[in-house]
Structure formats: structure tokens, C-alpha cells
């Protein structure tokens, strides 16, 4: 039996939002109280894409920062970034030698990412999921709490950790990971389609409320964002084909934790205007704090640095023993 422990990554590639939020974040403060979490800012995984050094060096401390300032305790959890640790990327190489060729093809992700022009993709980005699946295993992680979009790669993460565990005849020497994805609000979707999630890469600022939005700025993109012309329905199945309104009903039920069928009890037959100004208020009380705090911890460097060298000795300690067994498992040795 493996211990209990949650490990999840958060990729530094600009403003977070409230779909990182929803989906993640918010669950990762969640966790904190009941499991021992490390909690990961994962910037091997974002130079998969070509990212400025200057902006990815400043992104890394503003992920940090919004980790805190939406109640992540740096004392309580492990709180690194990847690059620190040397070990997610000597393992992700093992991986890359278990995984198939085959498994990587099928992710979803890399087809979307790669788009039309796949032979000019990154090799990184093909095999980006064995390093994920290296940044949960390396800790032996048993909890992975992320949004519906990384399910794909933790169902990859399951059969690498089966494959190494049977073609070393280790017993369950790597634990097979739990997902931990939110029920009612898996997705966020973009405030502009319903059918697209809520995304950093997405053109338009409008798509998104971002972690740092002003009560203006969210003002102005909720009053903005699509729905369709029907009153708000009082049970879910009239919500069915309705994208756009459901993914504006699951966001005021999780930022209020209360059930989506709860929502629709309370503004079923009422218009959008009535929702919206409900909605703009929850986030605005929800989030505007939570930007308030990230530019207030911008403004020590310092302190935010102290963190991540605090929380990488810390994952450090556990991912370096656990290598060193890993290598014993396959024959290899490390003399330093
Ligand atoms: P990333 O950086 O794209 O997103 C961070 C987390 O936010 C969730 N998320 C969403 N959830 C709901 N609705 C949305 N619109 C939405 N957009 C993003 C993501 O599901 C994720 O949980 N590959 C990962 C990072 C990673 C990782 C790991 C995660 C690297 N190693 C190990 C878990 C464990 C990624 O790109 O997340």
C-alpha cells in the first residue's frame, strides 16, 4: 500500500485563470488539510513551446504567487518549480524508454498543440506527457488533482507506471494514480464558445477571466459573454445544447460551492441580466482578493524566491532517494 500523496503542476505561461482556478487550484487548497501535497510549477513542460527568458522567469514567480494568494501554504505543502529538481528529468528519460511511440501519437493534447504542422513540432512536445507522468512518480504520488483536460495524460501515467512495474517485475512499485477531477465543473469553457475551454493561449482576452482582472474588467467580460435567448431553465436537461449557459451556471456554482441543480432552483425562469449580475458579483468577491494578494507578493521577489528554494530542497530529498531506487530496479548506477 502506497502512502496517500497529491501531487499536481501548473504550466508558467502567463496569467492564470479561472479555469486553472476552478479546475485546480482551488481543489489544490482543498487538499492541503487532509493530504501531504507538493505542488509543482512546471517549467521544463512550458519551454516545449519557445517562451522569452525574461517573460518565463517572470511567470514563474507570478505562478508561485498565485499559488499563495489563493491559500496554498508554502510551509504546509511543497511548493518547487521542476527545473530545480534534476530528478524529473533523468526519470522522464527512463519513460521515454518505456512509453510507446504509439501512446504518444494518440494524445490528444499534442494533436491539438501541434496543429497541421506536426513535423515542426518540439520533440518535447510529443513526449511531454512522460515527463508528467516523471513529475508524479518521481514523488510516487498517489493523488492528482487536475482539470478534465489532463485526464488523457494521467490515464498515460497509469500505463507507464503498469508497464514499469511489470516489465521490472517490481510488484506495484509505482503506485497506478487517482485523478482527482472536479464533478460539476471539469471544464471551463471560454466566455465567447461554449465548446472551447477557457485557455491562456486563446486570441482574445475577453475568453478569460484572468486571476489579475480589475472589478471592471470582469464586469465588463461577463456582461460580454455569450448566451442564447432563452430564460435560465429550472432542471439540468434544460440545459442540454446550451454550452454556453451551462458553463456560466457550473462557474457561480463552484465559485459558491453549491450543486449546479441548486443554481438552476434559485434562478430558474429568471433572465440572463438578473444571473449575470449575481455571477459578476461571486467573482469579483472570489477572485479580485485573490489578485489583489499576487501583485502584493510581486512586489518582494525575494520572499517569493526564498519559497521555491525551500520547497525544491525539500522535493529534492524525496525525489533523490526515490531515483536511486528506481536505477537499482533497472540495473543502473549512479557513483555521484
Ligand atoms: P496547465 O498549466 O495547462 O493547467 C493547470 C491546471 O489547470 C487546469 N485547467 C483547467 N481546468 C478546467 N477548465 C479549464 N478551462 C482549464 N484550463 C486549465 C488543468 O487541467 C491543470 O490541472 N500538463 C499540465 C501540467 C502538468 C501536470 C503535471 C499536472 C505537468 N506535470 C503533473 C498534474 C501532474 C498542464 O499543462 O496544465
Redesign the pocket.
Known amino acids: 500500500m502506497h502512502k496517500k500523496r497529491v501531487?499536481?503542476?501548473?504550466?508558467p505561461?502567463g496569467n492564470l485563470?479561472l479555469?486553472?482556478y476552478?479546475?485546480?487550484?482551488k481543489n489544490f487548497v482543498d487538499l492541503q488539510s487532509k493530504f501531504e501535497c507538493i505542488y509543482?510549477i512546471?517549467d521544463l513542460?512550458a519551454i516545449t513551446n519557445r517562451q522569452n527568458p525574461k517573460e518565463l522567469r517572470s511567470n514563474i514567480l507570478e505562478t508561485v504567487a498565485s499559488f499563495i494568494a489563493s491559500g496554498l501554504d508554502p510551509k504546509k505543502n511543497i511548493i518547487f518549480n521542476q527545473a530545480s529538481v534534476a530528478a524529473h528529468s533523468e526519470l522522464a528519460w527512463v519513460f521515454n524508454c518505456v512509453a510507446r511511440i504509439g501512446w504518444m501519437n494518440r494524445m490528444t493534447q499534442f494533436k491539438e498543440k501541434a496543429g497541421l504542422n506536426k513535423e515542426n513540432a518540439s520533440v518535447g512536445l510529443l513526449v511531454?506527457p512522460n515527463?508528467?507522468a516523471a513529475?508524479?512518480l518521481i514523488y510516487k504520488a498517489t493523488h492528482?488533482?487536475?482539470?478534465?483536460?489532463?485526464k488523457q495524460?494521467l490515464e498515460l501515467t497509469r500505463d507507464i507506471a503498469k508497464k514499469f512495474n511489470n516489465d521490472f517485475n517490481c510488484g506495484e512499485y509505482f503506485p497506478i494514480v487517482e485523478p482527482l477531477i472536479p464533478k460539476e465543473?471539469?471544464?471551463?469553457?471560454s466566455l465567447r464558445d461554449g465548446k472551447k475551454?477557457?485557455?491562456?493561449s486563446e486570441d482574445s482576452d475577453q475568453s478569460r477571466i484572468n486571476l489579475k482582472d480589475t472589478k471592471d474588467l470582469i464586469n465588463q467580460k461577463i456582461k460580454k459573454a455569450k448566451t442564447d435567448n432563452e430564460p435560465i431553465p429550472s432542471e439540468i436537461d434544460g440545459l442540454k445544447n446550451r454550452s454556453e449557459a451551462a458553463n456560466l451556471i457550473s462557474i457561480y456554482g463552484s465559485l459558491n460551492e453549491i450543486k449546479m441543480s441548486e443554481v438552476l432552483k434559485e434562478f430558474g425562469g429568471k433572465n440572463f441580466s438578473t444571473f449575470k449580475s449575481k455571477l459578476i458579483e461571486s467573482i469579483v468577491d472570489k477572485i479580485c482578493p485573490i489578485g489583489d494578494e499576487i501583485n502584493k507578493l510581486l512586489k518582494d521577489k525575494s520572499h517569493l524566491d526564498n519559497i521555491l528554494a525551500l520547497g525544491a530542497k525539500r522535493a529534492d530529498n524525496i525525489a533523490k532517494e526515490n531515483l536511486k531506487e528506481i536505477y537499482k530496479i533497472i540495473g543502473l548506477t549512479k557513483f555521484t
Do not use: W
Request: proline share 3%.
Open positions: 501531487f499536481s503542476g501548473v504550466q505561461t485563470h479555469g486553472n476552478l479546475g485546480a487550484i509543482c512546471v513542460h511531454y515527463l508528467m513529475d508524479i492528482v488533482p487536475v482539470g478534465e483536460d489532463q495524460h465543473i471539469s471544464r471551463v469553457m475551454k477557457m485557455s491562456k
